[in-house]
């Protein structure tokens, strides 16, 4: 459902602005543009966000939209590594109190025990379950594994 397989993106596949159009293409094919617009923001899941996405792409491609963060239920194992690697920071919460529209404000402090989410149009904080290892805060503290690499090539 993020990212279709197949003849439709098959040929994108190392163009991710073109790929990236395709983000939730059958759920909500206005979804890329207005991201695009909003100039990012964040995705609101259900339990088991991403299971059958294990391809990176299902995390680059929002990623290139400028999501910033998914707050879930739950994640599936390989797409919250994914995110993570892609420096999309994965939060466990329950979402039942989120609606498509509303304003989140989202401060992820030093990624440890601070994380804090607040829902700006219901007037509403959700408790947030950090669960990073320390290696996963220091790649999304870098902004993905690619800045991470970056950074210990540099030093």
Known sequence: ?????????QHLRSNLPAIARFVYHYEDPTFP????QSGGGFIVGGENYGQGSSREHAA???KELGITAVLAQSFARIHRTNLINCGIVPLVCDV???????RLEIELGDLKGDVRVANQTKGADIAVHPDWTDRETSILR???????AKDEIQR
């Open 33 to 36: 543009e207005r991201a695009i």
């Open 142 to 148: 870098a902004g993905g594994i690619l800045a991470f």
């Open 60 to 62: 680059l491609a929002p």
């Open 1 to 9: 459902d993020i990212l279709p397989a197949g003849p439709l993106t």
């Open 96 to 102: 039942s109190g989120i609606d498509q529209g509303d």
